[in-house]
């Protein structure tokens, strides 16, 4: 089951991108680009809801994954598109 969520910053844009930030490194995918109302920043994003996450199984690996950036993230994305 997927979940739409609309991520908005109150702060700048600069809280808009750890939050988008933060949920495109846990698998979400953004819809659309960013909207604007009233002086606010909207991002929609999908994801995937916490069962259905946990019915995929991860890959054992020693190496350990450090948080990706926007960059990475976008380049994420567009492998998946």
């Known amino acids: ?20 930030s933060s949920l495109l490194n846990k698998g979400w995918k953004p819809v659309g680009g960013v909207a604007f109302n009233n ?3 909207y991002q ?16 054992t690996s020693e190496v350990t994954s450090l948080p990706r950036g926007a960059i990475d993230a976008m380049k994420k994305i567009d492998s998946l598109t």
């Open 1 to 20: 089951m997927f979940v739409y969520k609309v991520v908005t910053a109150k702060k700048g844009f600069v809280e808009l991108e750890k939050e988008v």
């Open 39 to 41: 002086g606010y920043a």
């Open 44 to 59: 929609a994003m999908v994801g995937k809801t916490a069962k259905d996450s946990q019915k995929t199984e991860e890959p």
